[in-house]
């Protein structure tokens, strides 16, 4: 039998599978709440509270587009307020509101379980060389021309229904 680590597949296509696996992962710890989707925005709002959209965009790989839509439906639910920058109209700068934040805390600490769980056998600097390693393998991608693309991500986490059998 062939294991993972055994099968030759593109580093893309290793962290796609890593993503869908991690994220998997955080959905289900993150059930309990009313929030389905977007954890990374809040977990970088906890670093970085206070930041441009267009810091959001920058550092998540968001395109401005879907921004727009992630901060709309995040001001709606209550979980962020956003304020025009008094210096620069066309800026917009993006706080947690009260209840942001305290659901900010349960999604850091479930990110940080997770990262916990998965580094378990992994020494501390071979941890910090896989995140400079990271670094500079998206780093040496915008170097390169890509078409933007655009994640839909729909809410993960819950059951498809399946369709009823046919009697026969």
């Known amino acids: 039998m062939i294991t993972n680590s055994e099968i030759n597949i593109p580093v893309g296509t290793r962290a796609l599978i890593m993503s ?3 994220y998997g992962v955080l959905s289900k710890s993150l059930e309990s709440l009313d929030i389905d989707r977007y954890f990374s925005v809040f977990y970088f709002l906890n ?6 959209q267009q810091c959001i965009c920058n550092h998540l790989a968001i395109d401005k587009t879907a921004m727009v839509k992630v901060i709309d439906s995040l001001i709606a639910a209550g979980y962020i307020e956003k304020k025009v920058n008094p210096a620069d109209r066309r ?3 993006i706080f947690l509101t009260r209840k942001g934040a305290k659901h900010t805390f349960k999604i850091v600490d479930s990110f940080r379980k997770i990262d916990d769980v998965i580094f378990k056998d992994v020494s501390k600097p071979d941890q910090d060389t896989f995140g400079r ?3 500079k393998l998206c780093s040496n991608l915008k170097d390169l021309p890509a078409n933007d693309l655009f994640f839909n991500y729909k809410k993960t986490g819950k059951s498809i229904k399946k369709p009823e059998k046919l009697n026969k």
Do not use: D, I
Not at 47 to 52: I, Q, V
């Open 20 to 22: 869908k696996l991690y």
């Open 47 to 52: 670093e970085n509270n206070g930041c441009t």
């Open 91 to 93: 800026e917009n700068f």
């Open 133 to 135: 390693v990271l670094c």
